[in-house]
């Protein structure tokens, strides 16, 4: 069974929270996810008066590696079964019955 958020330290709790104020970052041309855009953490550390910012932007910082590395894998798995698709028959075979 999956934690609940409030199982987490109060830390974590602050990091998933201000994780989920940040814009998601995607590559344009393959869609590949990039992480967040970090532009805006300080405005938001100061908006919610985050305590501890060194501790919680590492927490935030852990969770994205994580992040990116979980939907690098999901990718690559889709686009290999793609291509186990299309090389097991994917493609049409043409029959000419040629008779002389």
């Known amino acids: 069974?999956?934690?609940?958020?409030?199982?987490?330290?109060?830390?974590?709790?602050v990091a998933f929270f201000m994780f989920s104020l940040l814009p998601d970052h995607w590559e344009g041309m393959s869609g590949t996810y990039m992480g967040?855009?970090?532009?805006?953490?300080d405005y938001f550390f100061r908006l919610y008066e985050v305590e501890n910012p060194r501790t919680i932007l590492y927490i935030m910082k852990m969770?994205?590696?994580?992040?990116?590395?979980d939907r690098a894998q999901k990718a690559d798995r889709k686009r290999k079964q793609?291509?186990?698709r299309s090389?097991?028959?994917?493609?049409?075979?043409?029959?000419?019955?040629?008779q002389g």
């Not at 069974?1 to 709790?13: G, K, N, R, T, Y």
């Not at 969770?63 to 590395?69: A, H, S, T």
Request: aromatic letters at 12%; glycine letters at 10%; charged letters at 25%.
């Open 1 to 13: 069974m999956p934690l609940e958020l409030s199982e987490f330290p109060e830390e974590v709790q």
């Open 63 to 69: 969770y994205e590696n994580i992040l990116v590395e």
């Open 82 to 84: 793609a291509e186990q």
């Open 36 to 41: 967040k855009y970090w532009d805006g953490i």
């Open 87 to 98: 090389k097991a028959g994917g493609g049409k075979s043409y029959t000419h019955n040629v």
